[in-house]
């Protein structure tokens, strides 16, 4: 069986603030994610370019990306903002049916008691 392991050395110059930033998370990852530096750094990788090569061949992806995350933003906004205003609307437009309901029923009544005798019923064919 063919060995399928490649190895490569890194070096990092701390005097350079991306590799020095490159060092630490390297350094403070969280070891129950990722169980190697080889693990990180090729996640990293992969992710890096599949993500360059993607932007390449689509150059308005990041603009529609960005659009996407703005109108997700709003609609969490305008959902929140429901969240907290719908019972109390609901709640006055409750309380304010609530309130009509004699008008209503006291409007009903007052035609009901129409007399007969205001309506013509010469278009039933008498």
């Known amino acids: 069986m063919q060995n399928n392991i490649?190895?490569?050395n890194l070096r990092f110059n701390l005097n350079k603030d991306?590799?020095?930033k490159a060092w630490e998370y390297l350094q403070t990852m969280d070891r129950q994610?990722?169980?190697s530096?080889?693990?990180a750094i090729s996640v990293a990788l992969?992710?890096?370019?599949?993500?360059?090569y993607r932007t390449h061949s689509d150059p308005y992806l990041e603009t529609r990306e960005r659009e996407e995350l703005f109108v997700k933003q709003i609609v969490t906004a305008v959902e929140s903002s429901l969240k907290q205003s719908l019972p109390l609307f609901?709640?006055?437009?409750?309380?304010?049916?609530?309130q009509r309901e004699p008008r209503i029923s006291s409007f009903s009544e007052a035609e009901n008691t129409q007399a007969d005798t205001d309506i013509d019923w010469?278009?039933?064919?008498?």
Do not use: C, M, P
């Open 6 to 8: 490649r190895n490569t």
């Open 18 to 20: 991306q590799q020095r």
């Open 33 to 35: 994610e990722f169980k």
């Open 37 to 39: 530096y080889s693990q």
């Open 46 to 52: 992969v992710d890096y370019f599949d993500r360059h």
């Open 90 to 98: 609901l709640s006055g437009l409750t309380a304010g049916i609530a």
């Open 122 to 126: 010469d278009f039933l064919g008498e």
